[in-house]
């Protein structure tokens, strides 16, 4: 697969809500700089675990909505807006977030990521 085709089976995936998934996308010393509207975050696999976990409890649905998505070499660039169904409401879906990610690939695999996003 291209590291194109990875990156978007990674988004396409049930990653968000179902953290076994995260070994098969992620290298084992994958990191993410992450700039948000709450702040910068700087995450290695173990915290991107804790995170995949808490919002597995937190969300009935996951939903990932590309709108680009450019290959150069082993780094993907991607836009996308995030959307989900909560467990206390699971019929309505509301978006979370929209994000921009820059990811390395190593070994068929993300490797450092940044990524920015802003809230709904």
């Keep these: 697969m ?3 085709e990875i990156v978007k089976d990674f988004y396409k995936s ?3 809500l179902d953290s076994t998934l995260l070994d098969v996308y992620m290298h084992p010393d994958v990191s993410l700089d992450w700039n948000s509207s709450k702040g910068f ?3 290695n696999k ?3 675990l804790n995170i995949t ?3 597995g409890k937190a969300y009935y649905s996951s ?3 590309i709108t ?3 290959e150069d070499n082993n780094k993907v660039t991607v836009r996308y807006s995030h959307y989900v169904k909560t467990i206390e409401n699971p019929r309505e879906e509301m978006i979370l977030a929209h994000f921009m990610v820059i990811w390395e690939l190593k070994d068929d695999k993300l490797y450092r990521g940044f990524q920015m ?3 709904s």
């Design 2 to 4: 291209t590291p194109k």
């Design 14 to 16: 049930n990653v968000f």
């Design 41 to 43: 975050l700087q995450m």
């Design 46 to 48: 173990e915290e991107m």
């Design 53 to 55: 976990n808490q919002m």
């Design 63 to 65: 939903r990932i909505y």
């Design 68 to 70: 680009h998505l450019l």
């Design 117 to 119: 996003s802003q809230l």
